[in-house]
């Protein structure tokens, strides 16, 4: 937090030595700096840090935007977590992120390593933007489409399963199934995230200690098993953390697969916030809501980092 | 897969070349399947989207579009006001992504090559906002917008999208890249501070700009949540929310037509894929390295 400038810009790995970044910074102006920093530090401000705290006391409100807002102390956090539909939706999103997550992870894990291994430039290539691709679309559009895929009676994904003699499965319309769905799909456009970053994690990794691990006699998968997961520690944790707190906050594709349903079974964290907030106009429970999913999303990004001082081995 | 044989006694060249070339295969085998079912899912959109409405349902699918077919199109300019959710978008999208890399490049060059008393502590505040999820400001942000007077306006989805603590955080560490002895150089050629970043650095980072500018579009063009909630009448509308909304009008009527519109949305995507693919996966890796 404190540190001074001079160690930051040596920490930011900056090409020119920092003495010389403090040099220049001589001839330079304060006033010349705020006039600069203006547009984004008034604007995060305003709809950020003003917003933050505004939620933090907006949590301890009851208010419904027609009436005055009424203190009401910790009653919110105490409705909303005996509110049956809250528990059951941060259930849901934490079954989501366990099983997302390692999908996800596992997933991208074992292409990159396949693609990593000897291959043409050209084939490389194009696998990486292949996996790349679904990226860059939105999560509305590819929710519509993969609502049709999934359709029970005429979905491409049935026709492919009932060739190889497996009957029509109920996507949509039961709870396992429009769970499953929403899983599937929002690995299949995340995955390549993790993919990238395990891509990078991976070219850093010397070729010298395979050729060591080789001479020891180690092959095939028992080298990825005592080389390659040691040294992708550090790739692993960043990329478990980032997709941890991503799936935590899923909301685009259960709100255009299955609008939560049926029932509440593909309900989410912020689905519910959503709702509370803007369907039911229950503004302080919806902030309440917030303020626990946050201290959530917190307290994993600070696990992270104590893990990695006991786990993740460094070169 | 070795046998314990094979590893104690070393393996004659040849079989050994046939060996990890049965490795090979298998991997590229696994890594067609893979890419088959991740794009598998779009060009079955795409040849769906190109065939007439009355034939959408039509198995075994097609995953090429043979005989292309431009009804479905045409339904959806009719159907929808594909034209406002296009303009709307693209002002959106297009305001965010010019005001991020603007203030970006304004506050990273300020972190990186200003002094200024605080520098350090306001810069881990800039680092401290990406932490914050949306789900948490969006109802302040929602009666921030309601307080101003900009229910329901499309500078509602843009003035609050524009300072970015990511794109400061690029730009900080692309002027740090730049060497210092520019800097140098023109003061002692008598430039001030203003002019030295203008005719300088400026135009040195461009290319770090259009990397914040090629993320803030592709995130903004698909964003869903924030409009879902900060746009009320139809004509604020931008696509993602337009294409559900026509989704659910049509339940399952003609498919293809809802799938013209979703491929349409995609071609800007697509122009960013096939253009600034490079830089786009630099973006979004960035600041995730040792």
Known sequence: ?315 | MTTISERTQAPAPAAARRKTNWNTVLRVVLLLIAAALTLGPVLWTLSTSLRSPSESFKLPPSFFPWNPDFTSYAQVFRQLDMVILVLNSALVTGLIAVGQMVSAAMAGYAFANLKFRGRGALFSIVLATMMVPVQVTIVPVFMLIRGMGLSDTLLALILPAIPTAFGTFLMRQYFLGLPADLAEAAAIDGASPWRTFRSVYAPLAVPGMAIVGILAFNFHWNEFFRPLILTISEKNFTLPLGLVSLQGNMGTGSISVVLAGVVLSMIPALVVFMFGQRALQAGLTAGTGK
Do not use: C
Request: hydrophobic residues 55%; proline residues 5%; positive net charge.
């Open chain 1, 1 to 315: 937090m404190s540190t001074t400038t001079r160690h930051r810009a040596q920490a930011a790995g900056s090409v020119a030595p920092p003495a010389a970044h403090a040099k220049a910074g001589r001839h330079s102006q304060p006033w010349l700096a705020w006039l600069f920093l203006a547009p984004t530090i008034l604007g995060m401000g305003l709809f950020t840090l003003l917003p933050i705290v505004a939620s933090l006391v907006l949590a301890f409100f009851r208010w419904d935007i027609i009436s005055a807002p009424t203190f009401v102390g910790f009653d919110n956090f105490a409705e909303v977590v005996q509110d049956p539909t809250v528990r059951v939706s941060f259930l849901n999103t934490l079954v989501f992120v366990v099983v997302a997550v390692a999908l996800q992870l596992g997933l991208a894990l074992a292409l990159a390593i396949m693609v990593q291994e000897k291959l043409p430039a050209w084939l490389r290539t194009f696998f990486r933007s292949a996996f790349f691709f679904p990226l860059i679309l939105s999560a509305a559009s590819v929710s519509i489409f993969m609502r049709y895929l999934f359709n029970e009676q005429f979905g491409v994904v049935n026709w492919a399963l009932s060739l190889v003699g497996i009957p029509a499965v109920p996507w949509l319309t039961t709870p396992g199934g429009s769970a499953a769905v929403v899983i599937l799909v929002y690995v299949w456009q995340n995955f390549g995230f993790s993919f990238l970053l395990f891509v990078g994690g991976l070219a850093s990794i010397p070729v010298e200690t395979y050729e060591a691990a080789s001479l020891d006699g180690a092959t095939g998968w028992r080298k990825h098993v005592h080389v390659t997961l040691p040294l992708l520690s550090p790739t692993t944790l960043l990329a478990s953390v980032m997709a941890i707190i991503s799936a935590l906050q899923v909301f685009d594709q259960p709100y255009v697969l299955t609008r939560g349903g049926p029932g509440d079974s593909t309900r989410t964290a912020v689905m519910v916030i959503f709702e509370s907030a803007f369907q039911r106009l229950e503004f302080g429970q919806a902030s309440a809501i917030g303020v626990i999913l946050t201290l959530i999303i917190m307290a994993i990004t600070a696990a992270q980092f104590r893990l990695s001082k006991r786990f993740v081995f460094y070169q």
